[in-house]
């Protein structure tokens, strides 16, 4: 979609305050319910990560609290709440460079480019392009695991969405095509690793769901790859609602009836990131996959304590033996750790995202301004990538979004459409 045509979609907090939709009920799960879910435990734990768990953003070199970051911040962006990006960013000063001598401290690129996206800053900018480039240099660091797809991947993701440079998007189709073709398998599902473990990992499986969700977003549907990573995103989302437990949940290992196996919520959180996304490009169809979302979402957020910390998470994982009681015996990490929190940010962000898209305003971009009536408090605005935006009464508004919404005393929301 151009940027001279496209959809700005409404804040799901608009649409709950007034009332003026409404969502049809699910069998299991009404939409409102999973909707309201999603924001008040996403923002549980978007707090807890921000503000409670001690980690700093500008130093750590860990993978999954950069995940969680960048998780905390588009789940700010989906909610039109700017705290966790103000709070992440008046952090993130970081002046060291990012090591691209291994994936992991690599793909901590990935927050500097989001950060990027909302305040321009050209330091962070140069921090995510010059990992990007490392990452290409040492060629995605392959390693033949799963897991290499999101933290190469989400990496270039960023780095095409802050430059709009085709070569990062190019790299990755390349790369994730590559690791779908050696790792699916006829069931649809992934193995760990092409050569050291032949099982069907959760959270491995999570992170493939991920990337390949995270680059549907952004790949053109005229790239010669796309159809490519279409046919095995589809075929890796029919696998894993065939191995969906009744309650909602995934295992740690997918597909086992081993008595030792145990509901794990990184993975499971990851899988309904990839499903609700899939459902919000309308990839998947609602008939089939909403439900199953739904049914996930329901399920793993009853794992979210009151602090806001997410339980039973596998620990960082790497295949010793292959077996499956490799898996089966890995141990559970304490409660909010960060590969938990990251996929449950996401998961929580993608539903908001999807039953957003439900109502959208088509609109053209304007170059003009609004005058501020004096009953009005306040006017808030989204810009063409959903940023949002707030304006002093004092001032007339420049505006390039097509669309306003005034929070006023009269009527607390309303919606202007600018021609």
Request: hydrophobic residues 35%; contains cysteine.
């Amino acid at each position: 979609m151009s940027d001279t045509h496209r959809k700005i979609r409404l804040p799901v907090s608009l649409l709950l305050i007034t009332g003026a939709f409404s969502f049809s009920v699910s069998q299991n799960y009404s939409n409102e319910d999973v909707l309201a879910s999603a924001i008040e435990k996403g923002k549980r734990a978007a707090n807890y990560w921000t503000t409670g768990s001690g980690t700093n953003p500008s130093t750590t070199n860990y993978y999954a609290e950069i995940c969680s970051f960048y998780g905390a911040c588009i789940l700010g962006d989906a909610i039109g709440d700017s705290t966790y990006y103000k709070n992440i960013n008046n952090r993130y000063n970081r002046t060291q460079v990012i090591k691209t001598s291994n994936i992991d401290t690599n793909s901590c690129g990935i927050l500097p480019l989001h950060l990027y996206l909302h305040n321009q800053n050209e330091q962070q900018l140069k921090l995510g392009i010059d990992a990007a480039k490392g990452n290409i240099q040492m060629k995605g660091h392959i390693r033949n695991a799963i897991d290499d797809t999101y933290m190469t991947g989400s990496l270039h993701v960023q780095a095409y969405r802050a430059t709009k440079d085709t070569v990062y998007l190019n790299f990755f189709a390349d790369y994730l095509s590559s690791y779908m073709k050696n790792l699916q398998q006829s069931n649809g599902l992934y193995w760990h690793h092409k050569d050291l473990a032949h099982q069907f990992w959760g959270r491995g499986n999570g992170w493939g769901a991920a990337s390949s969700a995270e680059m549907l977003q952004v790949l053109p549907k005229t790239h010669p790859k796309y159809d490519t990573i279409l046919s095995y995103y589809k075929k890796h989302m029919k696998g894993l609602i065939d191995v969906q437990l009744q309650n909602g949940m995934w295992h740690q290992l997918l597909g086992s009836t081993s008595s030792k196996n145990w509901e794990e919520t990184s993975g499971t959180s990851m899988f309904i990131f990839a499903l609700f996304t899939g459902l919000q490009l309308g990839i998947l169809d609602k008939e089939n996959y909403l439900e199953p979302a739904k049914k996930g979402w329901m399920a793993v957020a009853k794992y979210l304590d009151s602090s806001g910390k997410l339980g039973n998470v596998a620990e960082g994982f790497w295949p010793k033996t292959g077996t499956a009681d490799d898996y089966l015996n890995a141990k559970k990490a304490a409660a909010g750790n960060s590969h938990g929190t990251a996929g449950f940010l996401w998961a929580a962000t993608a539903a908001v995202r999807y039953f957003n898209s439900l109502v959208a305003i088509d609109i053209k971009p304007v170059t003009t301004s609004i005058q501020v009536a004096p009953s009005q408090q306040k006017i808030h605005y989204f810009d063409l990538i959903g940023r949002s935006k707030e304006f002093s009464i004092k001032r007339n508004i420049p505006t390039s979004a097509g669309v306003i919404v005034i929070k006023s005393s009269i009527n607390p929301q309303s919606i202007v459409s600018l021609p």
